[in-house]
């Protein structure tokens, strides 16, 4: 791997990990191609060249694994939930979260408590597909 090849790699997994570490918050483009050192448009071909999907695609997916792990670890209501994970309405979260997980949040946190495992086995069960 060349030196610029691995400089925008890592420039990539900056933006990345600050989308890991504030998901809840209101990310953009423009602010996460600040982090990566790079154009907005820049930014947007090089993380999906680079990690196989859009940012915001990304961080849509951050945010439904955290909400998967709310429904079915706490008892706060679905709308509580959307926005503490950082989406602005419910009909976008739900739509969402059912084009990630294939149901509906309530459908899934119907499907009871989860199941005592160790952390890792948990959350690669529950990492959606896509």
Known sequence: MNRAVEETNRRMLRARDAMDRDYAEPLDVPALAQIAHVSPRHFIRVFRATFGETPHRY??????????????????SVTEICMEVGFT??????????????????????????????????????????
């Open 59 to 76: 961080l849509q997916r951050r945010r439904v694994e955290r909400a998967m792990f709310l429904l079915r670890s706490c008892d706060r």
């Open 89 to 130: 309405s419910l009909g976008t979260f739900s739509r969402t979260f059912r084009e990630i997980v294939g149901e509906s949040p309530s459908d899934y946190r119907r499907r009871g408590p989860l199941p005592e495992v160790p952390t890792c086995f948990a959350m690669a069960w529950m990492r959606p597909r896509g």
